[in-house]
């Protein structure tokens, strides 16, 4: 498996580790938001929006479209431009 | 028995081998096989259960039982088969799983329990009693039941890992292969052409067939050369692609030595290649398979297309009377090419009522073969006339053709399943089930020649979106077929001769309704072996079809999982094994700890000095002999491996806020304050000082072990999370050495070391600057880990050996000198700081004591989740001390828990746990951190201390976490 880092290009997955649901990029603004922010999570079969950190690369931390039952990687940003 | 006139064997290079302490002779471009065939070797192992005499099947790397073991000493390699093994001179062969020779094996009596030894004996024999299980009949069992043996020693030979990427990817170069790679070659795209064998070519080199109006061979020689010119292709004779993986990639196993008397100089014995395709064309060809009758393993009977394999590439007749059972017209091929080579064929056996195949030779229509006789090596068969009469036919060798199997094994790896094809009564691959991949020749379906050929060029043009090139001429017969599975009758049929599963073993499990294919295989072990049923798995699933009344699609097949062939553990690791599994991390003072006779212990991928026996000391003496040392005069210690994170811009104040539960951005220039990180869900993720080196500049320092995960958490606070901060920062471990300078006689050091003024006034506890250091830009920080008088001192790494040869010979001038990790631990206990044995991930700032360092002023990362109920208050764990009432206590270890004085012993009054201890010199007895329920309550109460572990109890004073020097006069003195 591979990932195309928008900022090295198309990198071995082994540069590269999960960090949990894209959830995380919208931290909450009021106190009542943090225990959904911190524990829950959907577990979809099919498209995910999960974090990468490319730590054996730029350090960049990416935005990873991915299907879960094919693995098939959809799309990838920088976690800092794909924010919503 | 050689043939004069056939093979592509090199008759001029003759060379020499042995096989079980005796030695033969071969020919270069010989497999042991074919040289053991050609010097009339049938017996060359014995089966894996019932140590039955077994003989070669295959001529190709889906080899049952041809297993042995190569060399000798540490390297010999188990397991190989003899078909892919190709000779040298020199070469030694054991055969395997015989006591005492081949031919007179003792456990042989297995066969004659066989009755009791079916599928699933061992569960229902040895039940009783259970505890004998492990102790007794699982050692016997695994013993008798073998396969060969590594050495145990290490083979002091290397392996290597690499990564290849083309557009296309050509599996196999049979006639398919070698299409696919001229298409793409020619197209100019980057190939990869991967063969398993040691030659090109696939069945071409085992037919007498005519490409483009040349022999075979010579047909793929021709390809190969043009291929080999191609500056875009790359050629891999020895490497087997072993699996299909995400996004195109493909593991493959090149073997670089295996075939040579021993290993060059600098060489690996093999690679593991991660291959990376754009598209990828398997061609990887099929297997023949077999037909179930009695006895039919016996030591002759082979696939008829592996008979002409040996026929027609090396040259060799595996038998002098030859007798045929087929089911399709390719057994009828290999009795027509043995006739023109002048080998007897002495029948042909085919089921079939009737074909259009006229030999000269005795030919029985509608016939099949009951049993072979011959213990060890077949001498005749008995054959079933269609009108029920049973005769006997000479035969040396009796080659079975039950029809191909394609190997779509690739196919199957990303959970695809393969489609039942009744044309040829065989599985074929479902388009697409690996993404980018697509199946040409035999592999998928297509069994002629000419078929092969067109099927090769079309699929690499399809995957490339190309043209396809000029197919040439050569045989396209049509595949005729009637599936015929198994002969019924008495005495055991095999399938899978690698496990020893016979069609009995198949029938019981379908009696004790293990009917899933998945559950019949685990029953029976069929296609567990290391051929993984490529033989056998399609006989099993027809037998099992018949029983069920299904047919073979709705049975289903087991899955496929890679590696296709076995692949040594070592090749996935590669060059990470011994010294160089993993890098190692050497601090600045490493050279001179070495030559100071240094102790060491691996932290994360540091190496650090633990401590520096002197003669006569053991680890403890050394380390309170330098506790000792720290708190009388000086002592130096290399604290280098503390993450180091230089942090600066605009916001960066504000960044370490955020990130930080205390203030940094009220934290004065040329200060240093100690901080507390949480993670997000509220427990204390590291702690460590932070310094203020100027107005937009800071340099935090994390625990050695969380320094990779603050980092990254600050990368995620900053990119994710407040992208808008105008900072930046970067890791600088690596670039500063830094030493602890620490004792009452601290400052004199420092003073002899530093240019600038060291005073209280200008350096007061928790101060920090830039200074010189001999002449060297550097930073001076004072600070503490051991409770006293302290300073951290960096330079550029370059000059970190110079600065602790320096500071070391002037701490031995004032009496003191180097300390290790040991002390430095210590130190740290009596004075009550922590480590993460403490902040472990379980525990929250109100835990140790720090609940009032969250700030109430600012939000910062997970102080929302701190103020959860359940994470601070009595009923929490808190961080206190622990003294032994009797101060010649020995047994105080982390890891031990804490109950009442009157508790009973149960997980439920468990109140605690201990995380630190030591032997105190400064106290002359054990302390020790422990996590107490609502311990902060609780000093002066007594608890008793179990260790489970250690068998151990010890009565504990509850005391404030922290030993000496609570007034910290000594820090700022």
């Keep these: 498996m591979r990932l195309t880092c928008p900022l090295c290009g198309p990198r071995d997955v082994r540069e590269f580790s999960y960090r949990g649901d894209a959830v995380l990029t919208d931290r909450p603004t009021t106190p009542e938001g943090f225990h959904d922010y911190v524990h829950i999570r959907e577990n979809p079969a099919g498209p995910h929006d999960e974090l990468w950190h490319h730590g054996a690369g730029c350090g960049g931390w990416l935005k990873v479209r991915r299907d879960t039952v094919?693995?098939?990687v959809l799309s990838v940003a920088l976690a800092r431009e794909a924010r919503s | 028995?050689?043939?004069?006139?056939?093979?592509?064997?090199?008759?001029?290079?003759?060379?020499?081998?042995?096989?079980?302490?005796?030695?033969?002779?071969?020919?270069?471009?010989?497999?042991?096989?074919?040289?053991?065939?050609?010097?009339?070797?049938?017996?060359?192992?014995?089966?894996?259960?019932?140590?039955?005499?077994?003989?070669?099947?295959?001529?190709?790397?889906?080899?049952?039982?041809?297993?042995?073991?190569?060399?000798?000493?540490?390297?010999?390699?188990?397991?190989?088969?003899?078909?892919?093994?190709?000779?040298?001179?020199?070469?030694?062969?054991?055969?395997?799983?015989?006591?005492?020779?081949?031919?007179?094996?003792?456990?042989?009596?297995?066969?004659?329990?066989?009755?009791?030894?079916?599928?699933?004996?061992?569960?229902?024999?040895f039940m009783w009693p259970k505890a004998i299980w492990e102790k007794l009949y699982e050692p016997v069992i695994r013993h008798a039941a073998g396969l060969g043996a590594l050495s145990g020693q290490d083979d002091g030979q290397s392996y290597d890992t690499g990564f290849l990427h083309c557009d296309l990817l050509v599996i196999g170069s049979?006639?398919?292969?070698?299409?696919?790679?001229l298409t793409g070659a020619r197209a100019g795209k980057r190939v990869i052409l991967a063969e398993e064998d040691f030659a090109f070519g696939g069945r071409l080199n085992a037919e007498a067939e005519e490409v483009a109006g040349q022999p075979g061979p010579a047909w793929v020689a021709s390809v190969i050369a043009e291929l080999a010119a191609a500056p875009n292709v790359r050629l891999m004779r020895r490497t087997t692609v072993t699996g299909a993986y995400d996004g195109g990639t493909f593991g493959a196993l090149e073997q670089v030595a295996e075939h040579l008397p021993s290993l060059p100089q600098g060489a690996p014995r093999a690679t593991f290649w991660r291959i990376a395709a754009g598209r990828t064309v398997l061609a990887g060809g099929a297997h023949e398979r077999m037909i179930a009758f009695r006895d039919n393993d016996r030591p002759g009977v082979m696939q008829a297309s592996a008979v002409r394999s040996y026929l027609h590439r090396y040259g060799v007749a595996p038998g002098r009377k030859v007798a045929v059972f087929t089911n399709n017209d390719d057994g009828w091929r290999t009795a027509a090419d043995l006739i023109a080579a002048g080998v007897t064929v002495t029948a042909v056996i085919d089921p079939r009522a009737h074909t259009?195949?006229?030999?000269?030779?005795?030919?029985?229509?509608?016939?099949?073969?009951?049993?072979?006789?011959?213990?060890?090596?077949?001498?005749?068969?008995?054959?079933?006339?269609?009108?029920?009469?049973?005769?006997?036919?000479?035969?040396?060798?009796?080659?079975?053709?039950?029809?191909?199997?394609?190997?779509?094994?690739?196919?199957?790896?990303?959970?695809?399943?393969?489609?039942?094809?009744?044309?040829?009564?065989?599985?074929?691959?479902?388009?697409?089930?690996?993404?980018?991949?697509?199946?040409?020749?035999?592999?998928?379906?297509?069994?002629?020649?000419?078929?092969?050929?067109?099927?090769?060029?079309?699929?690499?043009?399809?995957?490339?979106?190309?043209?396809?090139?000029k197919v040439p001429q050569a045989e396209d017969a049509t595949f005729e077929i009637t599936p015929f599975w198994h002969v019924e009758g008495p005495g055991r049929a095999f399938l899978d001769p690698q496990n020893d599963v016979s069609v009995k073993d198949v029938k019981a499990a379908h009696q004790e309704n293990f009917r899933s294919v998945e559950h019949m295989k685990r029953y029976t072990t069929l296609g567990m072996a290391t051929d993984q049923g490529k033989l056998s798995n399609v006989g099993a699933l027809a037998i099992m079809a018949r029983l069920t009344g299904r047919d073979i699609p709705e049975v289903g097949t087991t899955t496929f999982r890679p590696p296709y062939t076995p692949v040594p553990i070592a090749a996935f690791a590669g060059r990470a094994a011994r010294d160089t599994f993993r890098p190692h991390r050497l601090t600045p003072s490493d050279a001179l700890s070495r030559e100071r006779?240094?102790?060491?212990?691996?932290?994360?991928?540091?190496?650090?000095?633990?401590?520096?026996?002197?003669?006569?000391?053991?680890?403890?003496?050394?380390?309170?002999?330098?506790?000792?040392?720290?708190?009388?005069?000086?002592?130096?210690?290399?604290?280098?491996?503390?993450?180091?994170?230089?942090?600066?811009?605009?916001?960066?104040?504000?960044f370490l806020d955020r990130v930080?539960?205390?203030?940094?951005?009220?934290?004065?220039?040329?200060?240093?304050?100690?901080?507390?990180?949480?993670?997000?869900?509220?427990?204390?993720?590291?702690?460590?000082?932070?310094?203020?080196?100027?107005?937009?500049?800071?340099?935090?320092?994390?625990?050695?072990?969380?320094?990779?995960?603050?980092?990254?958490?600050?990368?995620?606070?900053?990119?994710?999370?407040?992208?808008?901060?105008?900072?930046?920062?970067?890791?600088?471990?690596?670039?500063?050495?830094?030493?602890?300078?620490?004792?009452?006689?601290?400052?004199?050091?420092?003073?002899?070391?530093?240019?600038?003024?060291?005073?209280?006034?200008?350096?007061?506890?928790?101060?920090?600057?830039?200074?010189?250091?001999?002449?060297?830009?550097?930073?001076?920080?004072?600070?503490?880990?051991?409770?006293?008088?302290?300073?951290?001192?960096a330079v550029p790494a370059r000059y970190g050996d110079a600065l602790a040869r320096a500071l070391t010979e002037r701490a031995e001038a004032l009496g003191g000198g180097l300390y290790g990790m040991e002390a430095l631990n210590v130190l740290r206990i009596e004075k009550g700081y922590i480590t993460h044995a403490e902040i472990d991930g379980r525990v929250t700032a109100d835990d140790i004591g720090m609940g009032r360092m969250v700030s109430a002023k600012k939000d910062c990362v997970g102080k929302v989740m701190s103020e959860r109920p359940g994470l601070h208050g009595p009923e929490r764990c808190q961080l206190v001390g622990l003294r032994p009432l009797n101060p010649d206590a020995a047994a105080l270890h982390a890891g031990a828990h804490l109950f009442a004085l009157k508790a009973e012993i149960t997980p439920d009054t468990d109140q605690g746990w201990l995380s630190s201890a030591c032997y105190s010199p400064t106290f002359?007895?054990?302390?020790?951190?422990?996590?107490?329920?609502?311990?902060?309550?609780?000093?002066?109460?007594?608890?008793?201390?179990?260790?489970?572990?250690?068998?151990?109890?010890t009565l504990c004073d509850v005391t404030a976490p922290m030993f000496y020097d609570q007034e910290g006069g000594k820090l700022r003195g």
């Design chain 2, 174 to 181: 049979g006639p398919a292969g070698l299409m696919a790679a």
């Design chain 1, 70 to 72: 094919t693995h098939e």
């Design chain 2, 597 to 654: 006779g240094a102790e060491f212990i691996e932290a994360g991928l540091w190496h650090r000095a633990a401590w520096f026996p002197q003669p006569g000391e053991d680890w403890l003496a050394a380390c309170n002999r330098e506790t000792t040392m720290v708190r009388e005069t000086v002592g130096v210690a290399d604290v280098t491996t503390l993450g180091k994170i230089d942090i600066q811009g605009p916001d960066a104040a504000v």
């Design chain 2, 660 to 793: 930080y539960t205390n203030m940094f951005s009220t934290l004065k220039v040329g200060r240093v304050r100690y901080g507390l990180m949480l993670r997000e869900d509220g427990f204390v993720m590291d702690d460590g000082t932070c310094a203020r080196l100027g107005d937009q500049h800071y340099v935090m320092t994390t625990t050695t072990a969380a320094a990779g995960q603050v980092m990254v958490h600050l990368q995620f606070c900053q990119q994710v999370l407040w992208p808008e901060l105008d900072v930046r920062f970067i890791s600088v471990t690596d670039q500063w050495a830094q030493f602890a300078v620490a004792g009452p006689k601290a400052r004199d050091l420092i003073r002899d070391v530093v240019a600038e003024d060291v005073s209280d006034e200008s350096f007061p506890y928790m101060g920090c600057g830039a200074v010189t250091v001999l002449g060297v830009p550097g930073r001076l920080f004072r600070i503490s880990f051991s409770g006293e008088h302290a300073y951290e001192v």
């Design chain 2, 356 to 469: 259009q195949h006229d030999l000269p030779c005795r030919m029985i229509h509608g016939g099949v073969v009951t049993r072979a006789h011959g213990r060890l090596g077949l001498d005749n068969i008995t054959v079933r006339k269609p009108d029920g009469a049973e005769i006997k036919v000479d035969a040396d060798c009796l080659a079975v053709s039950g029809g191909w199997n394609p190997s779509v094994h690739l196919t199957c790896h990303m959970n695809g399943r393969p489609d039942w094809s009744e044309d040829i009564a065989a599985f074929v691959p479902r388009p697409g089930a690996v993404p980018g991949l697509i199946a040409a020749g035999a592999a998928n379906g297509m069994f002629s020649t000419h078929g092969a050929l067109r099927s090769g060029a079309q699929a690499a043009a399809e995957a490339l979106d190309i043209k396809p090139i």
């Design chain 2, 924 to 953: 002359g007895h054990r302390i020790a951190y422990a996590f107490l329920k609502n311990g902060r309550a609780r000093h002066g109460e007594t608890v008793r201390v179990v260790d489970r572990t250690k068998g151990t109890e």
């Design chain 2, 1 to 125: 028995m050689r043939l004069q006139g056939f093979g592509q064997i090199d008759r001029s290079s003759p060379v020499r081998f042995e096989f079980d302490g005796r030695s033969y002779g071969g020919f270069a471009g010989d497999t042991l096989a074919s040289a053991l065939l050609a010097n009339d070797i049938r017996l060359i192992g014995r089966s894996f259960k019932y140590h039955r005499p077994r003989g070669i099947v295959t001529a190709g790397s889906e080899e049952p039982n041809a297993l042995m073991t190569i060399g000798q000493g540490a390297a010999a390699n188990p397991n190989t088969r003899a078909t892919t093994q190709e000779l040298y001179d020199g070469l030694v062969a054991r055969s395997q799983n015989a006591w005492p020779s081949l031919g007179l094996d003792v456990m042989e009596v297995n066969d004659l329990l066989a009755p009791f030894l079916g599928a699933g004996f061992y569960y229902k024999t």
